[in-house]
């Protein structure tokens, strides 16, 4: 069963600056290996001015739980992370298996 991670980014306290350093971070979450597919999206503000519940999206699909599982242990993983933790922003990693595609 094809499993994804995904990251729910929060609102960084500069949004500009996170988005400056986005396109290395996608680079790092390109780097983790056996995936075979990674999506980005970016959340739209809301209509009514309140903050919006997170920032980014980030979603990468793998064969399986034991493809993801290994890809998050690897040298590569643990830069994509070094990278993520020091654009100050938290986050929620979910690991999924998908059920549609």
Request: glycine share 6%; hydrophobic share 40%.
């Amino acid at each position: 069963m094809q499993t994804k991670i995904t990251l729910i980014i929060d609102v960084p306290a500069d949004p500009e600056a996170f988005e400056r350093e986005f396109p290395d971070l996608l680079a790092k979450a390109r780097a983790l290996p056996g995936q075979v597919r990674l999506e980005s999206a970016k959340v739209w503000p809301k209509e009514d001015g309140t903050p919006a519940p997170a920032h980014r999206t980030l979603d990468v699909y793998f064969d399986d739980y034991d493809a993801a599982s290994r890809a998050v242990s690897v040298p590569e993983a643990g830069a994509f992370f070094e990278k993520l933790g020091g654009l100050g922003v938290s986050f929620t990693g979910l690991f999924c298996e998908v059920e549609e595609q």
